[in-house]
């Protein structure tokens, strides 16, 4: 009935994951997410709040990317032996990646509540629109989102033993997605609620494909979301409550693995925020064009 | 990456605590464990998957049973058929657009709070067809006032000057057809359908 092997005292070995597989997420979403970060600073239509806070988002994820590929190097330099882990100068290089990583991560978070709200408001006080949101209201949220995250990834490094601050770390991922969650259903309640209307006029007809493709939208849009940042924040919150459990050990063992999926959230973000808008699209094909008609004249 | 050392007041005991994953000082002993080592792995992404699943079946839900009191056609929608709505429907087939529209809706609060309490009733009534008398308003209101509305703004919307004074946020869509993911409400701009000949104003607009 209870079969526990002879072996070792740790059953569930740490999984490691190569640094390559780190590395090729790192880079591809680096390039996802520079490529939008210049396509918003290039195009001038662009230069609107709903584009500042989507150019917010690839900015953090660039960060986090940028970290963790710093990150990996380092690891691949101390496996090869050319740095001591337990050295002075490494123990420190090693923080100020983590609390850039943490302040990526904040900032990710803060920036999707952002969009979120701007999505709101331009639903629910469509014309208002221009008088709520303007562009240096989008600038004061920004550079608030922008200091908090920097001020909670120092704070969050310094402090990581503290259960109050991991507490308060979970407590607003929880409370942020929430938020998101609630935005969100009810915009796509008053956008079915509309499109039923107009579909009750006559000659309209009710369109099934189209409320199953918001519910789709709406489904991957947060299913990715928790998917990619909740086995993070378990493991937090695992750290703080059952250390000594084994349940909890094995779960902390996955480490490597929450954070693959973590960081393969920058990688999907683009493709679910920034790619789907045309103008975005079209601003990438004028820039891919422009260099191949340039080589072209070159030829 | 880093351990962090509790010592007992006493001294008597060390409590290691640390969350470094390249060695491991203190083992965690498995003997007698009941369920799977794995359990909260497994639960967790169980749980999750269950989660996201049911979201999705509300929303589809949400969407089939939607407005119960469609075969009460209001006189205003009988007299404003084809003109009535914000949203240019050049390509009837495609009313995806639709779930881009934002009709041009007064900002009265009681205009919201309208539909609100109707989308409550939506959704808890789940098919019931009587209207709930209680209400200040009631659907054949709601839906005379949108499409009142809605055909001011489209009216509206064809005078360039009124066009600038609006002040329309600038997501305008100005593609004709909708292609992929254009016309999905979360995932990009929601715009103003235009009809072709007002791109020009929309453009000077955005230009400005």
């Avoid at chain 1, 997410?33 to 239509?45: Q, S």
């Avoid at chain 2, 709930?132 to 360039?160: H, I, P, V």
């Avoid at chain 2, 869509?173 to 929309?202: A, M, Q, R, V, W």
Wanted: net charge neutral; glycine share 4%.
């Amino acid at each position: 009935m209870i079969n526990h092997t002879h072996a070792n005292e740790t059953d569930c070995k740490v999984v490691t994951i190569p640094s390559v597989i780190f590395f090729t997420i790192a880079v591809v979403s680096l390039s996802e997410n520079v490529l939008v970060v210049v396509a918003v600073i290039r195009n001038r239509n662009l230069h609107s709040p709903m584009y500042c806070f989507i150019c917010s988002l690839a900015l953090f994820n660039t960060i986090s990317s940028l970290s963790k590929t710093w990150e990996s190097i380092m690891l691949v330099f101390i496996d090869m032996g050319h740095l001591n882990m337990r050295g002075e100068s490494v123990r420190k290089v090693d923080d100020v990646t983590d609390s850039l990583l943490c302040m990526s991560f904040i900032g990710t978070i803060f920036s999707f509540l952002a969009i979120a709200v701007d999505r709101y408001v331009t639903i629910f006080h469509a014309l208002r629109y221009h008088n709520i949101m303007t562009m240096r209201r989008a600038l004061i949220m920004l550079a608030t989102i922008w200091s908090f995250s920097g001020l909670s990834g120092i704070i969050m490094v310094v402090f990581f033993h503290t259960a109050v601050i991991m507490t308060c770390f979970i407590t607003l991922f929880l409370v942020s997605l929430i938020l998101i969650l609630f935005l969100y259903v009810h915009m796509f309640l008053l956008a079915r609620h509309h499109a039923r209307k107009i579909t009750a006029l006559p000659g309209g007809a009710t369109h099934q494909r189209s409320d199953l493709r918001a519910a789709l939208t709406l489904t991957i849009l947060f299913g990715v979301f928790i998917a990619c940042w909740s086995p993070f924040f378990l493991h937090l919150l695992i750290i703080m409550v059952c250390p000594q459990n084994p349940y909890c050990e094995c779960y902390r063992s996955l480490f490597q693995v929450h954070l693959v999926f973590l960081m393969s959230h920058g990688v999907i973000d683009p493709a679910i925020y920034a790619f789907r808008s045309a103008e975005l699209r079209r601003t990438f094909r004028k820039m891919f064009f422009c260099c191949d008609s340039r080589s072209d004249v070159w030829k | 990456k880093r351990r962090y050392q509790l010592s007992d007041p006493s001294g008597a005991a060390h409590y290691v605590w640390e969350y470094e994953y390249y060695d491991d000082d203190e083992p965690v002993s498995f003997e007698g464990l009941r369920a799977h080592r794995y359990s909260i792995v497994i639960g967790f992404w169980v749980g999750l998957a269950v989660f996201v699943i049911f979201m999705f079946f509300v929303l589809t839900l949400l969407t089939k049973t939607g407005s119960p009191h469609q075969e009460n056609p209001d006189p205003y929608e009988k007299a404003h058929r084809h003109t009535s709505c914000a949203v240019d429907i050049s390509n009837p087939q495609d009313l995806e657009n639709l779930a881009c529209s934002r009709p041009r809706l007064d900002e009265s609060r009681s205009l919201i709070h309208c539909f609100l309490q109707e989308e409550q009733q939506a959704g808890a009534g789940l098919g019931s067809g009587k209207a709930n008398t209680g209400n200040e308003c009631n659907l054949r209101d709601c839906s005379g006032f949108l499409l009142q509305e809605a055909q001011k703004g489209q009216r509206s919307m064809q005078d360039a000057s009124v066009l600038t004074h609006f002040d329309i946020p600038n997501f305008v869509n100005l593609e004709n057809s909708f292609t992929l993911g254009d016309d999905d409400l979360l995932l990009c701009e929601p715009p103003i359908t235009l009809d072709s000949k007002s791109h020009t104003y929309s453009n000077h607009h955005i230009n400005s």
